[in-house]
């Protein structure tokens, strides 16, 4: 099956910064996602990005699907930013359906 | 539009016994996938239901055993509980817009603890 990495898997940073979280994956993809996942666990859906670029508010993210990688960038962190964001990907087999492949995650955390 | 609801927020069972986590669809959707998430760890994928069968599985025994109604809500059973099985057990929802392809959304979850 494909294999989804993250990094960094920490990251602090002060209120106001910017960050970049990347995700790399192992094979082409039909699906990628990003989400935020919450201190009660809730999986909140940010990007649904197999390739190019989107934006929503201060977030944005960006899928090379031809190198194989996404990333997900935050301006003018706030702390509610805080918490794991997770990259999630899919490869359509033929054989069924495959569900999404999880990266480990980036924990990160604003400082006020 | 109303989202993906789970029930029971959480659980505590006894190894061995038996559980039924319980998951409702996103409106107009019509396919669910579990998930089950250890602590620390991204959510692994256990399976997927459409159209009432089950068309995907992961790396899960067959103890793990779903069910999908006709108004696409789902139930997710575990027999012979281990205390393994601890975790937050996820529901997405979603709608194939082509082939694999489908934004999935989640529920909140239901915490299960096993001692």
């Known amino acids: 099956g494909i294999q989804v990495e993250q990094s960094p898997p920490d990251l602090i940073l002060q209120e106001g910064a910017n960050s970049t979280l990347r995700c790399n994956f192992s094979d082409s993809v039909n699906n990628l996602q990003w989400f935020h996942q919450n201190p009660w666990g809730q999986l909140i859906n940010l990007f649904y990005?197999?390739?190019g670029t989107k934006q929503n508010g201060r977030l944005s993210a960006t899928t090379v699907a031809t190198e194989r990688y996404s990333l997900l960038y935050i301006s003018s962190s706030q702390t509610t930013d805080s918490g794991v964001y997770f990259c999630?990907?899919?490869?359509?087999?033929?054989?069924?359906?495959?569900?999404?492949?999880f990266g480990k995650g980036t924990h990160l955390i604003i400082q006020p | 539009e109303t989202g993906v609801t789970q029930s029971p927020t959480h659980l505590i069972k006894t190894r061995g016994q038996q559980v039924t986590l319980r998951c409702s669809s996103q409106?107009?959707?019509?396919?669910v996938s579990w998930y089950q998430q250890a602590l620390g760890q991204g959510p692994q994928f256990i399976f997927q239901?459409?159209?009432?069968?089950?068309?995907g599985r992961g790396n899960f025994p067959p103890r793990f055993s779903g069910l999908q109604f006709p108004n696409y809500s789902s139930e997710l059973n575990v027999n012979a509980l281990e205390l393994d099985d601890s975790a937050l057990y996820l529901c997405?929802?979603?709608?194939?817009?082509?082939?694999?392809?489908?934004?999935?959304?989640f529920g909140p979850g239901t915490r299960l603890t096993v001692t």
């Open positions: 409106s107009g959707h019509n396919t």
């Open positions: 999630a990907a899919v490869r359509y087999s033929g054989g069924g359906a495959d569900g999404l492949t």
């Open positions: 997405a929802s979603s709608q194939p817009i082509g082939a694999g392809a489908y934004e999935q959304y």
């Open positions: 239901y459409y159209r009432e069968e089950e068309n």
């Open positions: 990005i197999p390739s």
